[in-house]
């Protein structure tokens, strides 16, 4: 009978091959890895940020000429109509997001990830802190646009603003992914239910022109608006003012609908399949 041998140093370089694709493991390795699957495409084609400013940069164009020259904190209209701006841009692609993931279960290619060593938990809040690059791009594009147009730049307090959009994109894209799962094989139904709701909600957050001179019921439902406390907080940030109790407001309203959107997200997750 004879055996076989195999040298020590191929045994070594198997074993050094094995380590080289042992997959990182836990809850942040799992996000992690769902981040960088969601934002390859994007790091792809940077374009499609920019073809996305097309209608933020329209409603620039076409409505801050028609504002009053006294804005917010008595500075230019600018100061006040570009936080709303911001804003908008960020819930209209937030809200948006949740046609990828039904394009994915139309292909195949979502029910795939189920079934992959991958947290389901993970898959959401990978995907919904994807959101946040692009809309700190667009974020970044429309204050280079605005600032030589007489917008006050104060940097502090845009950084600070624009860090409370981004957990509310989290928590818009989560609840985006939410609809989504709910109007599988029913495409219609996603863009009905987010079309419906998506200009209500801006319109009564007050981003393009203010609530505060009509009627009751309709200040009653800016009220009920969270939105409404993010674009306040927004407006003060952009024009430099630390105002702590609407700051607070802004980021517990924006870390509220975070929160709802991940809940939801997670567990929507968890059922599918």
Request: with cysteine.
């Amino acid at each position: 009978m004879t055996t076989t041998t195999v040298p020590v140093h191929r045994e070594a370089a198997a074993g050094r091959e094995r380590k080289a694709y042992t997959r990182p493991t836990g809850f942040l390795a799992d996000v992690a890895t769902v981040f960088v699957r969601e934002i390859r495409p994007l790091s792809r084609d940077p374009f499609q940020v920019v073809f996305s400013m097309i209608q933020p940069l329209f409603f620039l164009a076409l409505f801050a000429p028609l504002l009053p020259d006294v804005g917010y904190a008595g500075g230019s209209a600018l100061q006040w109509f570009v936080p709303g701006i911001v804003a908008m841009s960020c819930l209209m692609g937030a809200s948006m997001v949740g046609s990828n993931l039904l394009l994915e279960m139309q292909t195949g290619s979502h029910e795939r990830l189920l079934v992959a060593p991958v947290r389901r938990s993970a898959l959401l809040l990978g995907r919904a802190l994807k959101e946040i690059v692009p809309m700190l791009a667009q974020s970044a594009i429309i204050v280079a646009v605005v600032t030589p147009f007489g917008f006050d730049l104060h940097l502090g307090g845009v950084l600070v603003g624009v860090a409370i959009m981004a957990v509310f994109a989290v928590g818009m894209a989560s609840l985006s992914y939410v609809l989504a799962m709910a109007a599988a094989g029913r495409d219609w139904m996603f863009w009905a239910v987010q079309q419906t709701f998506l200009f209500p909600v801006l319109l009564l957050a007050g981003m393009l022109l203010p609530v505060d001179d009509g009627p009751a019921w309709l200040r009653t439902l800016s009220a009920l608006n969270p939105l409404t406390y993010v674009v306040d907080a927004e407006r003060a940030l952009f024009a430099g003012q630390w105002d702590a109790s609407t700051v607070l407001a802004g980021a517990g309203a924006a870390a509220g609908v975070a929160v709802v959107g991940l809940v939801a997200g997670i567990r929507a997750m968890r059922r599918a399949g």
